[in-house]
């Protein structure tokens, strides 16, 4: 199996080329759309679960036996404000991607 | 070789079949219709093994033919008038993916006003879309030439696609004495196709034409610009080439007589024809007028043009497209920057629209001008040489009837 990779990797040539070819393939996830992110005052939240319920992109879990409870995936969460704006305990806000202006 | 009575569109398709296309998607319009007829029947009789795709217009038929191009085979398609202009989104497309496809453009007027007959506008209003145009005086040139721009647009020096202009009903509807050659000496001058470039291919995939941005956009231009600027050479080179196999001698820029002419014709296309024998016609009556006959005209031919202008005072330049808007028209435009720094009076004329014959008279009328101008018993020339005497008074209708 080593081999065969090795030779694969082996033959391999680089060739010029003219015109548009992509040569890297990636991609960016969709936490860098954002502007501004949501955070959780934990003093004040009461681990009810309606952020996590109403998140669109379903980047939120509520784990209700940890003290920092409410866990946000910063990678895919594109900062829409829709859990702060549904928190009935009101202990979420959004601040600015790029620092206080 | 054999000779064969062929009329324009058929040297095209044969110059495509001896080249052995592998892909053809075409939309049939008028005048080019019997070519994209005449490549399905060779298909459909099994005497051409190729794919014919039907499509439903020309932005596809081209848009086909680049693709499949791009896969490695030698795709082709052939278009006119507001088929080309449909086609104008992808001759980039072609251009800048630099897939060398030669394409017969049978020239036609664009609409509106509609018609169906000759004129260069068609082609002049892609001439920057970085695809090489020939433009064809006869039949005969018509095969020798699609022949050639195979060869050139698929050089490594220069992978740029190709038009092969021909003069729609002049050339693509009359019918000449052809000399067309084996097909062995087809395949030894052409060859099959090989990919040279990127492609597309699910064994060794890649991503061609992504999104680029303003870091190297301008580079890949630069890429097609030297690609042009290296293609004159290549040109010239398989020219000669051209002649050795076929015994056929094909000119960038042909000088028609004038090495002693004391005024200077610059055409293109299937008029020169008419104005070969206007110049010997005139010749014989002591006037001694020449023709510079531009075959290339994407790239401009600089060096070969300037080479047969060179000391001559007076030029005309007979332009079949209106250049509406411009100081003339595209050829005399070029014409002009050229000689630039020489000391010579060029004028510009432009005729033979939507159909309108070039005639005889009309080309006289134009060298005694000329003649006129150069011993000083003239200043203005007649830059519409063939306008009626009432154009704005054409019609009258009836309104609010």
Known sequence: MQKQQEKHSKELKKCRVLGPVATIFASSTT??????????????????????????????????????????????????GICVNECPSKCMKMIPERGEE | MVFKMLDGNEAAVEAMKLARVQVISAYPITPQSSISEKL????????????????????????????????????????????????????????????????????????????????????????????????????????????????????????????????????????????????????????????????????DPMF????????????MRYQQKYAMDNSIDVIEEIENEFEIRFGRKLHIVEGYKTEDADVVLVALGSMCGTAKYVVDKMRQEGKKVGLAKVTVFRPFPVKQLKEVLKGKKVIGVFDRSAGLGGQGGPVWSETSALMMNENCDIRNYVGGLGGRDVTIDNIEKIYNELLEIKEGKRTVHTEWIDLKENPMELRQVTKNV
């Open chain 2, 208 to 219: 061609c034409c992504d999104l680029t941005g303003s870091d190297e956009f301008t580079e």
């Open chain 2, 40 to 203: 399905s029947d060779l298909v459909a009789a099994g005497e051409l093994k190729a794919e014919y795709v039907r499509v439903e217009s020309e932005h596809t038929a081209l848009s086909v033919a680049t693709t499949a191009g791009l896969t490695g085979v030698r795709a082709a398609t052939a278009t006119a008038s507001n088929g080309l202009a449909l086609m104008h989104e992808i001759l980039s497309m072609t251009s800048g993916n630099r897939v060398p496809i030669v394409m017969p453009v049978v020239n036609r007027g664009v609409a509106a006003p509609w018609t169906l007959w000759c004129e260069h506008g068609d082609a002049m209003a892609q001439r920057d879309m970085g695809w090489l145009q020939f433009y064809c005086q006869n039949v005969q040139e018509v095969l020798d030439l699609t022949l050639l721009a195979y060869r050139v647009a698929e050089d490594e020096r220069v992978l740029t696609p190709a038009m092969v202009c021909l003069d729609g009903f002049f050339l693509s509807h009359s019918m000449q004495k052809t000399q067309v050659p084996e097909q062995r000496l087809v395949d030894d001058f052409i060859g099959p196709y090989i990919r040279k470039n990127t492609y597309i291919d699910p064994d």
């Open chain 1, 31 to 80: 936490g860098s759309w954002r502007l501004e992110r949501p955070v959780i005052d934990y003093e004040k939240c009461i681990k009810c679960g309606t952020c996590e319920r109403f998140c669109p992109t379903n980047v939120i879990d509520v784990y209700k036996d940890r003290a920092e409870c409410v866990v946000i995936n910063y990678d895919y969460c594109k900062g829409c």
